[in-house]
């Protein structure tokens, strides 16, 4: 094991990788050091340069690859290795869950160290490419260019339509082809900006805050119906050639819309968008119940993904028609409204006032008369007044954020004691914190691991528990 020193950086030579750790980097050892490191996969032997060093471990980044991986394979997109969006494509897939199982299995033992069940293998997802249903995208006049393009010597042009390198918030990826989400996806966003382009429409610039067009988002359904929704800086005529050249060219689009952002950020929830043709909304659908879909709605990005995750969730639940259900962390009701034809009341809750009214629009599009839905901070509005006024639940369900449940939330868990919860988690880490937080009453019944986000580090966990018989 060699060492140098390149500039101010230090280079350990011949460093063998080991495997995967969380956040989806590999690790190394090095004289009994942890070495976590970005860009490489289990059997390389590279050279790396530590960018980070800590007490108990460095990060770095490789800078020669002495052999690879035999597990490697060839990674399908151009863009691989400077886009942050399929990190994992160099891993084949039957590793890729490998790892993902893995890492659930070292959450719940190293983090929550409760007494577990044997983990039922990982649920992967049946489409590895094409199975994202939303894809955002951000004008740039400034676009990254590569080593290639800058010792051509030719004259670039520099405005682009893509994704934001990592951890650059000013330095926009121009996307050629995304295997995210099926065609016409590309399609749109390569005519979008071929025709900004072509009409001179400026390109915004995120430092100086110039320039007219900014972002493009781009939605679909599993009933094939694509929402389009361009973001302007500036409200100027120039904008409604675009969106009539995207009416006239994609009949596809069901909802073709527009918003005008002049503000410091690309998040537009606060804001006014219009339809400028078809629906305000396109429509998901899961065993005949449709969900509506509006530009600010939240849905699963992985829609076929996304009702094998609540299937597990149903049957984890074991409902025979008689039970109050609570579904905490509700957003648009989908999980509430999936299984309200199981259960005698659903309640949901959910922080985003918005999300709740359509969770309850998409109850009464279905016809289900039997859910209620609150907007409210979780740890403020499930409490006791709260539980004084409602039914206790037979069966909670609950689904937070990655940063996972509160610990107010987590008491007043406890202090419901309902015979179930079920615990749907994107996080396996802050999962296992909050299964260690409610061991005292609940034991770990059932664990099934679930792949929504193939080629990525990412991971859902379902959870059933079941109170401790005292």
Known sequence: MGRKFRGKQKVL????????????KCIARVDEQVIFVEKVAPGDVVDVRVTRKKSNFMEATPVKFHSYSEDRVEPFCEHFGTCGGCKWQ?????????????????SLERIAKVELPEITPILGSSNIQFYRNKLEYTFTNWRWVTKEEIDSGEELDRRGLGFHIPGR???????????????????????????????????????????????????????????VIVQFALDQPENEGLMEYLKINFPEITSLQYVINNKANETFHDLDVKVHHGKAYITEEMEGIQFRVGPKSFYQTNATQAYELYKIARDYAELSGNEVVYDLYTGTGTIANFIAKDAKKVIGIEYVEAAIEDAKVNSEINGIDNTQFYAGDMKDLLNDDF?????????????????????????????????????????????????????????????????????????????????RKL
């Open 13 to 24: 030579e011949q460093v063998k990788i080991e495997g995967i750790a969380a956040e989806g």
């Open 387 to 467: 539980m004084a006024n409602h039914e206790r639940p037979d069966v909670i369900i609950t689904d937070p954020p990655r940063a996972g449940m509160h610990a107010d939330v987590v008491s007043m868990l406890l202090k419901i004691q309902a015979p179930k919860i079920v615990y749907v988690s994107c996080n396996p880490a802050t999962q296992a914190r909050d299964l260690a937080l409610l061991d005292s009453m609940y034991s770990v019944a059932r664990v099934q691991p679930v792949d929504m986000f193939p080629q990525t580090h990412h991971v859902e966990n379902v959870v059933l528990l079941e109170l």
């Open 90 to 106: 160099h891993i084949p897939y039957e590793i890729q869950l490998k790892y993902k199982h893995q890492q659930v299995i070292d």
């Open 169 to 227: 918030f000013d330095k926009i990826l121009d996307i050629e082809k995304c295997f995210h989400q099926p065609d016409p996806s590309n399609k749109i966003r390569n005519a979008v900006k071929n025709y900004c382009r072509d009409n001179k429409l400026p390109f915004y610039d995120i430092s100086k805050k110039t320039g007219s067009v900014r972002n493009l988002i781009i939605r679909n359904s599993i009933l094939n119906e694509w929402m």
